[in-house]
């Protein structure tokens, strides 16, 4: 931009340069070191110091974890509540926010106050966690999906985008007789497709990460999601898995290499799709930065 | 009288016109009052003596004696401050990192490789603090991660840096900024990518060094940003990062890592002391608008920018 020529400013690119790259290797490190732990076989020895490479290539880590039913178990869970989860959660949203941009809805200044409080207030844990027992989905998989079925948010990002739509589609759309249900489904989500998309990606890597809900409602251990039978595996150590290991050969199996394993087995399908769907969330970002 | 009940008649006139249009409204409405607002009335319990056999209206009303207690429980006064503590080195260590980050990533004269380094930026934060706390267990073990062995290959003794007290919360401390720091520099660069470029051609020609563009027109064009962001993180200041210790924190630790979100947790829905959770959790909230409202009144007299 200014001065290129000048000493320092090449040798503060230089170092920019160098220290950006620094940084992302330190993103980036954990991660490759874990995936090495996890393709190691732990017979010929652990990893030590900044290795590159696993010792001994194996993928009996990933057989061991594959072998198991609880992780099979997470993948349904995880799949029914991300797939229900978000189609709800996009049918709900749009429907709502499409009745909230027009100006026809019946007080909806009234309304609209009632959406937003919620936003700056909330019960906090324990009355919702109470409530959600009251009402007598503990064990269920709608408590996974129900009680954060519309984020205000997301709700508020999409209303203002669908007012930014010209108002004359749905005038001429009624003059053409259609009613506010094919005038929403027909018209106005085909013409919203980008913010559909950014929104429905949120909540879909939303559904896929979460746990806590899966925590505080489930108890089932079949109805457990992969976050979950991960955080056991990992975290608690308690898992049957690690028993099972221990009590029958613990010698050639490292439980290092099969919680390492684990991890990676639940982070795939984020690490596959990462790098398509990254550019829609940043969209989103400067989308609701812009109107806050 | 009249009048009123003709505009009253006007509005349900409305509402029968549009009935259509208020049925896509109502499913909305149904989920706020079942899942928002009914707790919201929920919180009644921590001035009650909470029994889950009686149910939230029959329990006995105690008026504040939950708070009295809150306030002479020693294990709350210390989760109180272990949170204020986290949260003021996240905002005093954390807080600049994005900014800089963004300051630097702007100054890269390769559009490519600009995007490379976002690109891996972002993501620890698409995955949940489940994988992260794994990785970050594995990877910092005293036996068997990277650190560890090499400081054992060197002759000292490995730290173990999640089950130290002394170690848990920088550790902490750098793991969130680690996994939040390229997330949080897209508003930045957004804010930075709308200063106006008039102002730096006339800078260049009055012979302004980069440095001096940085110092003199970009940071103060940041930082209507700059503070917003920063109020709202200090009205976070009693969120101390739930999902991250909840993942990391362990029995060694728990004197250093335990904070008001954990703390809600283990008494309301492991010990089952449903009142006494509600309160501190009532009282947290109520601290944090506090905090907003004050940061924001401070923001507005010293540099004439807030969120209100």
């Known amino acids: ?65 594959l072998s198991y039913p609880e992780i099979w178990n997470g993948y349904r869970e995880t799949i029914i509540r991300t797939v229900f989860g978000t189609c709800a959660t996009m049918l709900f949203t749009t429907t709502s926010a499409y009745a909230l941009a027009q100006h026809d809805l019946p007080n909806r200044k009234f309304w609209t106050v009632i959406v937003l409080i919620p ?74 497709v980008p913010i559909l998309a950014t929104v429905s990606l949120w909540t879909l890597v939303g559904h896929w990460n979460a746990w806590f809900d899966a925590i505080i409602y489930i108890n089932d251990a079949n109805k457990m999601p992969l976050q979950v039978v991960l955080r056991r595996i990992v975290m608690e150590g308690s898992s049957q898995m690690l028993n099972q290991i221990k009590a029958e050969d613990f010698g050639s199996i490292y439980p290092t290499a099969i919680k390492n394993a684990s991890i990676y087995i639940c982070t795939i399908p984020i690490l596959c799709v990462y790098p398509f769907i990254q550019k829609y969330f940043v969209k989103g970002i400067l989308i609701g930065s812009l109107k806050g | 009288m009249n009048k009123q009940n003709d505009s009253l008649r006007f509005q349900l006139q409305q509402y029968l016109i549009h009935w259509d249009l208020f049925l896509l409204f109502i499913p909305l409405l149904l989920y706020l009052i079942i899942f928002h607002y009914k707790p919201m009335f929920g919180i009644v319990i921590a001035f009650k003596d909470f029994k889950l056999t009686y149910g939230v209206w029959d329990s006995e009303w105690v008026g504040l004696s939950n708070f009295t207690k809150l306030m002479r429980t020693p294990s709350f006064i210390r989760v109180f401050f272990n949170t204020i503590k986290i949260s003021l080195l996240r905002i005093i260590f954390g807080f600049p990192m994005p900014i800089l980050f963004a300051l630097l990533l702007n100054e890269l004269h390769s559009a490519r490789y ?98 001096q563009n940085v110092i003199y027109i970009t940071i103060p064009s940041i930082m209507p940003t700059v503070t917003i962001m920063f109020i709202l993180g200090m ?61 924001n009144a401070f923001a507005r007299r010293f540099s004439e920018y807030g969120l209100w």
């Not at chain 1, 931009?1 to 940084?23: A, E, H, P, Q």
């Not at chain 2, 630790?253 to 904070?259: E, L, Q, R």
């Open chain 2, 114 to 211: 600009k995007k490379v380094v976002q690109t891996i930026s972002y993501l620890p934060h698409f995955l949940s603090w489940v994988i992260l706390g794994g990785i970050f267990i594995s990877f910092l073990s005293p036996t068997n991660g990277p650190i560890g062995s090499i400081m054992s290959s060197m002759g000292l003794t490995p730290i173990y840096f999640l089950g130290n007290k002394n170690w848990f919360v920088p550790t902490l401390i750098i793991t969130g900024i680690w996994q939040s720091v390229g997330w949080n520099s897209i508003i930045y660069l957004a804010a930075i990518s709308g200063v106006s470029q008039e102002l730096y051609e006339a800078a260049e020609i009055d012979g302004a060094t980069r440095f």
């Open chain 1, 1 to 65: 931009m200014v001065n290129k020529n000048n000493i320092g400013s090449r040798i503060f690119d230089l170092c920019n340069i160098v220290m950006m790259f620094t940084f992302c290797l330190s993103i980036l490190y954990p991660f490759w070191n874990v995936l090495m732990v996890s393709l190691n076989d732990p017979s010929a020895g652990n990893l030590t110091g900044l290795s590159l490479l696993p010792k001994k290539f194996t993928l009996e880590n990933y057989k061991n974890v």
């Open chain 1, 119 to 192: 936003m700056f207030f909330s019960g906090g844990l324990i009355p919702s966690y109470l409530n959600v027992k009251s009402l007598g989905l503990i064990d269920s998989r709608m408590s996974l999906i129900l009680p954060g079925l519309v984020s205000i948010y997301n709700l508020i990002i999409m209303r203002n985008y669908i007012m930014t739509l010209p108002k004359e589609l749905r005038e001429s759309a009624w003059i053409d007789g259609s009613n506010e249900f094919t005038t929403c489904f027909r018209i106005i989500i085909p013409l919203s």
């Open chain 2, 235 to 295: 009205g976070g200041i009693l969120n101390a990062g739930f999902d991250q210790i909840f993942n990391l924190y362990n029995e060694a630790v728990m004197s250093v890592a335990d904070i008001i979100d954990t703390y809600v947790y283990r008494r309301g829905l492991v010990e089952m002391d449903y009142s006494f959770s509600t309160a501190v959790g009532l009282f947290k909230n109520v601290v944090g608008f506090a905090f907003v409202l004050a940061t």
